[in-house]
């Protein structure tokens, strides 16, 4: 197989362009190339007007060996086919019972699945609905502002991804091919193969809902049980030799009210940043946690026309994607601002999950035809910042913000003009830029949500911010608050074999401090159920339980 690095064509480009250029590259005639595959695609606007897309490709042709003699092009290797993502049970220690899975977002479902195809007949526990009884239970917060608890944009099947633009690109490093086959899975589950190659890949929410129940249905054609509607509510522990060791979990039932008790040597703590009432049991519990850093602040709002011109220039195609951005910036007081989970395209979403508490976080359909363009733009807040040095202070720090939200929105999202966030003044209506939300709006006076230092590290991020994107600081940018569920403010402790130093329990994904996206708690959850097969076997199959 041969790859080609750095194959360059205008973004207006045919397939069959795709394909000419490919064998003037190799120097051979079209009948030469027997098949080829796009690896990576990229976009590079660096010369606008001119935009080009950038490739890596693999190509299968006649005469290899030949083919390589003659062209003397860097760009041109011959590459040995990447083996394929590949896991079984090596472990000696047969389990008794079946290992448990708590939660069901992207950690939860990929450990869930590998688990199940490895034999292991997981059980795999959801507070929240399944995904089709939850968005029913979402649209009609959001129409209605009745919230269900137990089944909004943070619980439920899927997780808190999948009310959010989808974005599956990741900076972590796989040399084990995990970010590989996660993709290979969306696709396997109902996302486009072009996900497999662009740079930023994404799917959005439409798409996300098909692609988690059809895993789902495949875990259960596996031997894999998923149960609804089940929240933990404590761990059972017990002392061997000088060492504590899970032996199980109450369950409650959360539509009966009955709770059970679910023996089990393993369970994958795959909870998400949002399960506070989890964090707050495992506290009681002793198990081992630390508070961890994590950032808030608001969402803002441009019209998307705007971020494209500023990416692509004014004349660009119409066929190019909605365009994204990402900016950061280190102030003078030691604070970094950054933008976070850019939805081109997208809405603000109210994504709360506790009365009386109020958060916001964006999401985007699968073609970001939306007029508007969001990003979190968020700073840096550490421990210092949380008034006390209790583990889960974080956790207080969010739901002091979050109450502050709601009582500024009187329950609504708070909304506010950027030129009266910056004069501290409550905005009475907006300007040129309409917000486009989920759930009920208000205009209002988002900078009181805020620590004065924090406000004031916001304004200063979005006035750097505009003179990479001119107009991102415009008086009728539209902010709004509080983006408060970043990532986890807990990290659940695990040694290096991913084991808390509770035997049997593992923690796992981004609610338990070890991941930052859809792409990479999946890939957690791939590595954690690898971790399980090292040292456990399934257990016998015709053992009854």
Known sequence: MIRIQQLKLPVTHTEEEFRLKLCKTLRIREADLISYRILRQSLDARKKPELYYVYLAEAEVKHEKQIIKKIKNKNITIEKKAPAYNCFPVGETVLNTHPVVIGTGPAGLFCGYELARMGYRPILLERGADVDKRMKDVQNFWETGKLHKESNVQFGEGGAGTFSDGKLNTLVHDKEGRNREVLRLFVKYGAPERILYESKPHIGTDILTDVVKNMRMDICRMGGEVRFHSKVTDVHIKKQENRRILCGLTVLNTQSGEEEMLPTDIAVLAIGHSARDTFAMLKE??????????????????????????????????????????????????????????????????????????????????????????SAVIVTVTPD????????????????????????????????????????????????VHPQMKGAYTWANVRRIFPEEIARSLENGIDIFDHKIPGYASDDAVVSGVESRTSSPVRILRGEGLENEVKGLYPCGEGAGYAGGITSAAMDGLKVAEAVSKIYHPFDMDTKY
């Open 285 to 374: 519990k002793k198990i081992p946690m630390s508070a961890k850093p994590f950032a808030v602040g608001v969402r803002i709002e441009h019209p998307q026309r705007l971020i494209n011109e500023s990416q692509y220039g004014k004349d660009a195609p119409d066929i190019l994607p909605a365009a994204a951005y990402k900016l950061t910036a280190n102030l003078e007081n030691g604070r970094g601002v950054y933008t976070f989970c850019m939805c081109p395209g997208g809405y603000v979403v109210n994504a709360s999950s506790e009365e009386g508490l109020l958060a916001v976080n964006g999401m985007s359909y699968s073609k970001r035809d939306g007029q508007n363009a969001n």
């Open 385 to 432: 910042d949380f008034g006390s040095d209790d583990v889960l202070a974080g956790v207080d720090f969010q739901r002091r913000l979050e109450k502050a939200a709601y009582e500024e929105g009187h329950g609504k999202i708070p909304v506010q003009c950027l030129k009266d966030f910056r004069a501290d003044q409550p905005s009475k209506e907006g300007g040129k």
